[in-house]
Nanobody, 127 residues
Framework: QLQLVESGGGLVQPGGSLRLSCAGS????????MGWFRQAPGKEREGVSC????????YNSNSVEGRFTISRDNAKNTVYLQMNSLEPEDTAIYYC????????????????????WGQGTQVTVSS
């Protein structure tokens, strides 16, 4: 079974940057559309950024467009989320997910169609 492990979260000041990593094991990630999702206390889970199997197509939510960049290195079986210009509103638990169907990156994020999920990593943006 595919397992996903996130890392790279932490405490950062507003305007700062973090890079999250999602390492897969058990199966090669190039068979999956991958995505990053987040959930803040009292809010629904939100699709942040998603990327197609080969990395040619990406989707970002309006709330992070221009600040976050998703990428993948299939040779390393890892997906990344580079987060710049962080704001307090970005504070949440960030989850990595894999979709094994035929959804586009856009569809995966909007429909939150992850088949496998990591345990999450906390990102806190505060001065």
């Amino acid at each position: 079974q595919l397992q996903l492990v996130e890392s790279g979260g932490g405490l950062v000041q507003p305007g700062g940057s973090l890079r999250l990593s999602c390492a897969g094991s058990g199966f090669p990630l190039d068979g999956y559309v991958m995505g990053w999702f987040r959930q803040a206390p009292g809010k629904e889970r939100e699709g942040v950024s998603c990327i197609s199997k080969r990395g040619f197509n990406m989707y970002n939510s309006n709330s992070v467009e221009g600040r976050f960049t998703i990428s993948r290195d299939n040779a390393k079986n890892t997906v990344y989320l580079q987060m710049n210009s962080l704001e307090p509103e970005d504070t949440a638990i960030y989850y990595c997910a894999a979709h094994e169907g035929h959804n586009t990156a856009h569809a995966m994020c909007v429909q939150k169609s992850g088949d496998y999920w990591g345990q999450g990593t906390q990102v806190t943006v505060s001065s």
